[in-house]
């Protein structure tokens, strides 16, 4: 082991690093953190965004105007009308937000400074997942009453009733539990991953490069060149994985108001 890694593990920074050193610590105790600063950033943000690009709209809209009237009409139209129809327009405002939100939290994990992102944390995603259960079932009891609701998500019509003693349950999990426990796990397991390759290959290269051996310095490049392209990658990652938890939201909103299974 180099000098350099030594006189590392002598001070405040222990080598290899612990699992524990993946999130940011503590900012100023346990109730303000990075994440949460950062999560409050996020809002600020798109908060100002908003407000300040239909402050005063114009037919020909400026830059502002036409960014939030871009990612508004995606949502909206690609969205909202794609998986509910016409019913759906009055949730594209909610879905126009939550693709927002998850895309900007998303990109904080290759912005510098931030680093990381909130949602490779399972805290976030499980609040976004409770918004997008609480609201797809409120929606659903809301059109067809509660007991009705329950019966249309657990009994498939047509279906032999011996058979309801083995599909309630399969329905049960599917429609009450596998539907969020998934919705949240996709897009933390998606942004986590993405953030331990970034570590790895960045990581690996400054280790490569204070070894003792010229080659494994010399071939560290390319450990830095995969740090690059996984930045580019975790983009890719961070635009997708906000564009499939809105459209799967969607999905489960739409479910819940249809007149049959």
Not at 7 to 20: C, I, N, R, T
Not at 140 to 164: A, C, D, E, N
């Amino acid at each position: 082991m180099s000098g350099q890694l030594v006189v590392a593990q002598g001070a405040e920074l222990p080598w290899p690093p612990s699992v524990g050193d993946f999130y940011p610590p503590d900012v100023a105790g346990p109730w303000v953190t990075k994440f949460g600063i950062m999560i409050w950033i996020a809002v600020a943000a798109l908060i100002i965004f908003f407000m300040t690009a239909y402050r005063k709209p114009k037919l020909v809209p400026g830059r502002a105007q036409w960014a939030a009237e871009e990612v508004y009409g995606l949502i909206r139209n690609g969205v909202a009308r794609d998986q509910m129809g016409a019913a759906g327009i009055k949730f594209a405002p909610y879905l126009t937000v939550l693709f927002s939100f998850i895309l900007l939290t998303n990109l904080f994990g290759i912005i510098p400074g931030f680093q990381i992102s909130p949602n490779s944390h399972i805290a976030f995603p499980i609040v976004l997942t409770a918004i997008s259960y609480a609201m797809y079932n409120y929606v659903g009891v809301r059109k067809h009453g509660f007991f009705k609701y329950v019966k249309m998500s657990l009994i498939l019509p047509g279906v032999p009733w011996p058979m309801h003693f083995l599909l309630v349950p399969i329905e049960f999990l599917q429609n009450f539990v596998i539907r969020p426990v998934t919705l949240a796990l996709r897009l933390f397991a998606n942004m986590f991953a993405g953030h331990l390759l970034l570590l790895v290959f960045t990581v690996g290269g400054f280790v490569m490069l204070a070894s003792d051996s010229l080659f494994v310095q010399v071939t560290s490049v390319f450990s830095f060149l995969m740090a690059i392209l996984m930045v580019f990658f975790e983009l890719l990652v961070a635009v997708l994985q906000a564009y499939v938890f809105v459209v799967l939201s969607a999905n489960y909103i739409s479910t819940s108001m249809a007149d049959s299974h």
